[in-house]
């Protein structure tokens, strides 16, 4: 998830109480704090920088829990960073930091061909098509979250993708799998 890194030298002051907290969590989340620290430090840019933007729109930056290969903790993604991930991860649940889900992710999980795609809000269940251009569906999709869930379901991975108008989560759970199969089908279908 490193795209181009470059060293900058700069002579930042932080609190010496502050920092020690940072180095700390830094261990517990990462196990080790030499490299690690620049991972958080980044995270913590990359959330600053969005939330330095203003409210609304399409966010930048996802914050959240995030499990894949070789790492197991909280994160701050770019769009690009998390739709990296999003057919990686095991468990993943993010909130977009200032903003709406970006069209671009939801496009990226229509992109792995799930089974079944529904929406289901206002005591009603719909299950949608996903033929034609992945961003238009993703786009008209977003429109509908204010007030509806859109669940995308991968049968063969037992996987589970659940979108809100400000975050996604995903789990790959046969528990958790079955569960969600198991309320889709206890809403009444519309076309």
């Known amino acids: 998830m490193k795209k181009n890194a470059q060293i900058v030298r700069t002579s930042l002051r932080i609190d010496s109480e502050m920092f020690e907290e940072f180095q700390d969590r830094v261990r517990e989340l990462f196990g080790k704090v030499k490299g690690a620290q620049e991972v958080a430090l980044n995270d913590a840019v990359k959330l600053w920088l969005n939330l330095s933007c203003g409210v609304g729109g399409c966010a930048k930056v996802y914050f959240g829990w995030l499990e894949v290969e070789g790492f197991r903790g909280q994160r701050a993604l770019t769009v690009e960073e998390l739709a990296e991930v999003c057919g990686e991860t095991t468990n993943l649940s993010v909130s977009a930091v200032g903003g709406l889900v970006d069209p671009a992710i939801i496009a990226k999980l229509f992109s792995m061909k799930p089974d079944c795609v529904v929406v289901v809000g206002n005591g009603r269940a719909q299950?949608?098509?996903?033929?034609?251009?992945?961003?238009?569906?993703?786009?008209?999709?977003?429109?509908?979250?204010?007030?509806?869930?859109?669940?995308?379901?991968w049968d063969e991975h037992k996987r589970v993708a659940e979108i809100r108008q400000d975050s996604i989560r995903i789990l790959a759970d046969p528990h958790h799998y079955a569960l969600t199969k198991n309320l889709i089908e206890k809403y009444p279908s519309s076309s």
């Open 127 to 153: 299950r949608l098509s996903l033929e034609g251009d992945e961003l238009e569906a993703a786009k008209k999709l977003i429109g509908r979250l204010h007030s509806e869930t859109a669940y995308l379901i």
